[in-house]
């Protein structure tokens, strides 16, 4: 288990780092898509069980969630994720389970239910700038360590309006894991 603290004198935060298809999904998807041969119709970039895009970011949901080598309870696991929002990135999907990688290159498969969509990213600086306004000379309202998680409120395509530890401010994408380059969204 590591520990940051969000600079600006505020308290340290704790980070530490298993059917049938489902109507929807915990990622706030809707199944579909199986054709009348039995087959998925899958077009490139696009999941075959949730028809949305790949790859997108989701967040670990609870305290603990693992990743197993292949989609399914049987198989081992590799990797016990401990940092509740930690975002992941889903690559792949079959049935219930969802293909994950963290900003390391590490995952493995994860059934559904432990991922959120809920979008957050992980500061990749240290001593990452919030500043009032996504300028570079705006005024620096806060500094976020690396490994510091954030929520993602807003992004432009150079910058996010973040929330972490009750503090908002935008910063550069430059400096954190968990969205597109070029990616937007309010």
């Known amino acids: 288990m590591r520990q940051a603290i969000f600079a600006l ?10 059917g049938s298809a489902p109507a929807q999904t915990s990622e706030g998807e809707e199944t579909s898509g199986v054709t ?39 198989h081992r696991v590799d990797w016990v994720y401990k940092r509740p929002g930690l975002p992941l990135k889903v690559t792949a999907e079959y049935e219930n ?8 290159g590490a995952g493995g498969w994860m059934h559904y239910a432990l991922l959120s969509p809920t979008r957050t990213a992980i500061v990749t600086q240290d001593m990452a700038e919030l500043r009032a306004s996504p300028e570079a000379g705006a005024t620096v309202v806060a500094r976020a360590q690396n490994g510091v998680i954030a929520r993602l409120l807003e992004c432009q395509p150079d910058w996010c309006r973040v929330s972490a530890d009750g503090t908002r401010g935008w910063m550069p994408k430059s400096a954190m894991w968990g969205v597109e380059p070029g990616e937007t969204f309010d």
């Open 9 to 18: 004198g505020l308290a340290a935060a704790t980070l530490a780092l298993s």
């Open 36 to 74: 009348r041969s039995g087959q998925k119709d899958c077009p490139p970039g696009i999941g075959c069980v949730t028809r949305r895009p790949l790859p997108r970011y989701v967040s670990v949901k609870g305290s603990e969630a693992r990743a197993r080598r292949g989609p399914g309870q049987d």
């Open 97 to 104: 389970w969802r293909r994950v990688e963290d900003s390391e």
